[in-house]
Nanobody, 115 residues
Framework: QVQLVESGGGLVQAGGSLRLSCAAS????????VDWYRQTPGKQREWVAY???????NYANALKGRFTISRDNAKNTVYLQMNSLKPEDTAVYYC?????????WGQGTQVTVSS
């Protein structure tokens, strides 16, 4: 069983920064890719970024340059650094990994950006 726990969300003013964490149980984390998604009420979950086990990253085009994904395999943790935040970044942010062909999601962490 894999468990993911996100943290680091909160309320921030526009232009501010937050760093989200996604901590995983089990050593499998170090060999799996991890994605971040976000979701606002009434909308589909939106893909934000991913990082492979080797550290290769990719981002949604609209977020390139403001968001940075990284990982610390020794800590079984993936991070999402979010800078220059905008009110439209307000959402619940989720991390996801795949293990044995099954998706595992965290419970999400709320990010609210005030104007």
């Amino acid at each position: 069983q894999v468990q993911l726990v996100e943290s680091g969300g909160g309320l921030v003013q526009a232009g501010g920064s937050l760093r989200l964490s996604c901590a995983a149980s089990g050593s499998i984390f170090s060999i799996n890719a991890v994605d971040w998604y976000r979701q606002t009420p009434g909308k589909q979950r939106e893909w934000v970024a991913y990082i492979t086990r080797g550290g290769i990253t990719n981002y949604a085009n609209a977020l390139k340059g403001r968001f940075t994904i990284s990982r610390d395999n020794a800590k079984n943790t993936v991070y999402l650094q979010m800078n220059s935040l905008k009110p439209e970044d307000t959402a619940v942010y989720y991390c996801k990994t795949v293990f044995l062909s099954r998706d595992y999601w965290g419970q999400g962490t709320q990010v609210t950006v005030s104007s």
